[in-house]
């Protein structure tokens, strides 16, 4: 397959078998038989090692990801528990209050007692003052009577003083009724006071040593006698001592989880940062296996990714030998070609961008892209990308537009108009040597992922570094 590609594109415009600075093959043929079996041999071993370290890199990414998230959980959990203590922390002050309140209550209930018991005893002067007048109106009319009887003895010389003492004994009547009301008004009021006074004075009376029950459950055990009045605010003051005997324990309960959640805060900060360790030596690793893969590849030694290497280098050539007529025939001058103020599209997700090269890109970018794709069938995709990863045009198989609110499909298929400046995306754009080969995972959307080999090559205009391209292929 690679022959017969070969030909033809070598029979296109722009195209040349040496490709694009120094070719992978260029020193095939140089070494000998034995050798180059060794080296291939050693190729494939490499080029297996270097997809172990990169799905290695991928693994330690992905447990990153998760080790963070439980980072952050531990921080808002530590906030929650810390808003939690200051509520418990309300609550305590407030049963405080509530207590005070209730001895102050209890206190001034105890005053209202007393007066009303004064009140009672003065109502009992009345009532005694009130007989005294019945009693002294009794006795009035009683006398009366008799002066009555005796000026109708005296004739027509008694009779004004009759009427007079008919005048006082009917008085004294009205004065007795009258005192008869007020004690028996005095002696109802003097019951139901005397009865609210007895409420208010009320205690308890035969209750065990050591204290009551805890809880309404059980008051009124081992008690003879409690007022209702008295009843409510023992219930009151049971339930303060249940809320804070509650808030007490959750807070202990509180301080038991903020303990162990710092001490797993700081068991996570440690996973990250071996995790980090880790990602170091992974990198170290994975540089190493493409280090190796890269010298067998330009060894002169026709290898498996050799092909791959060499049609980069091509595409590269063909993408700057278009840009390079594109500047001269004035179809877009180089501050324009070499624009990297990207231009942010509203509603899109992931974010995709413009400049001023995009509607350049589009028309001329696919006649190479799309014939890449034809190349073999493990290829996976071609792009050529400026020096910062932007992708201006994609593969027109993943140049889907968008769809509002789906990020995973958009991921998989819109892969087009967007910046990939991850490691393996930035090395690339950012690579000046002849060539480059890198192994990554390549994210698709959805939590899905797929492992990939790439060669890039450079891609220079007017003598000046503007990108390269990129050619993923399957194992």
């Not at 172990?52 to 531990?74: F, H, N, P, S, Y």
């Not at 009301?181 to 007895?198: C, K, N, P, Q, Y």
């Not at 026709?302 to 091509?314: G, L």
């Not at 050539?317 to 599209?345: H, P």
Request: net charge negative; charged share 25%.
């Amino acid at each position: 397959m690679w022959e017969t590609w070969r030909k033809r594109a070598g029979s296109e415009p722009g195209m040349s078998e040496t490709g694009h600075g120094s070719s992978a093959g260029a020193a095939t043929g140089r070494t000998t038989e034995p050798h180059a079996q060794v080296v291939q041999a050693l190729s494939g071993g490499v080029s297996k090692l270097g997809r172990d370290a990169a799905e290695v890199r991928g693994l330690l990414e992905d447990t990153q990801k998760v080790v963070q998230a439980q980072a952050e959980a531990m921080q808002a959990l530590g906030g929650e528990l810390e808003q939690v203590r200051h509520a418990q922390d309300g609550i305590n002050q407030s049963t405080d209050q509530t207590r005070e309140a209730v001895g102050r209550a209890r206190a001034a209930l105890a005053g209202v007692g007393n007066e009303v018991g004064g009140i009672v005893a003065t109502l009992r002067q009345v009532s005694d003052a009130a007989s005294e007048i019945t009693k002294i109106a009794l006795q009035t009319r009683l006398v009366a009577f008799n002066a009555s009887v005796e000026a109708k003895r005296a004739g027509d010389a008694g009779r004004g003083f009759g009427v007079v003492a008919d005048a006082v004994k009917d008085l004294a009547a009205q004065v007795e009724a009258s005192s008869k009301a007020i004690m028996g008004t005095v002696g109802a009021l003097d019951t139901r006071i005397e009865a609210f006074s007895r409420e208010l004075q009320a205690d308890d009376v035969g209750q065990p040593a050591g204290g009551g029950t805890s809880g309404r459950a059980g008051h009124g055990a081992g008690r003879v006698h409690q007022s209702s009045i008295h009843q409510a605010f023992a219930d009151v003051e049971a339930d303060v001592d249940l809320i804070s005997r509650s808030a007490q324990e959750s807070q202990s309960t509180t301080q038991q989880l903020a303990e162990r959640s710092g001490t797993l805060g700081l068991e996570i900060q440690q996973a990250m940062r071996n995790l980090d360790a880790a990602f170091a030596c992974s990198d170290r690793f994975l540089r190493l296996s493409e280090q190796m893969i890269e010298q067998i590849a330009s060894s002169g030694v026709a290898v498996e990714d050799s092909p791959y290497i060499e049609a980069v280098q091509q595409a590269a050539a063909d993408i700057s030998a278009l840009l390079e007529s594109a500047v001269q025939e004035r179809q877009i001058d180089l501050s324009a070609l070499f624009d990297d103020k990207y231009q942010k599209l509203a509603g899109t997700d992931p974010q995709q961008y413009l400049t001023r090269f995009t509607e350049l890109a589009d028309r001329l970018f696919p006649s190479v892209q799309e014939r890449m794709l034809t190349f073999s069938d493990k290829v996976v995709f071609c792009i050529a990308v400026d020096r910062n990863g932007y992708v201006a045009t994609h593969n027109k198989r993943y140049c889907q537009p968008q769809r509002p609110g789906e990020t995973a499909w958009n991921t998989a298929n819109s892969r087009y108009r967007r910046i990939f400046n991850d490691r393996t995306g930035l090395a690339s754009a950012r690579n000046q040597r002849p060539f480059l080969l890198q192994t990554y995972r390549r994210d698709m959307g959805g939590g899905q992922f797929v492992l990939l080999k790439e060669a890039s090559a450079p891609v220079t205009v007017a003598g000046k570094h503007w990108g390269g391209v990129r050619l993923a292929f399957g194992f």
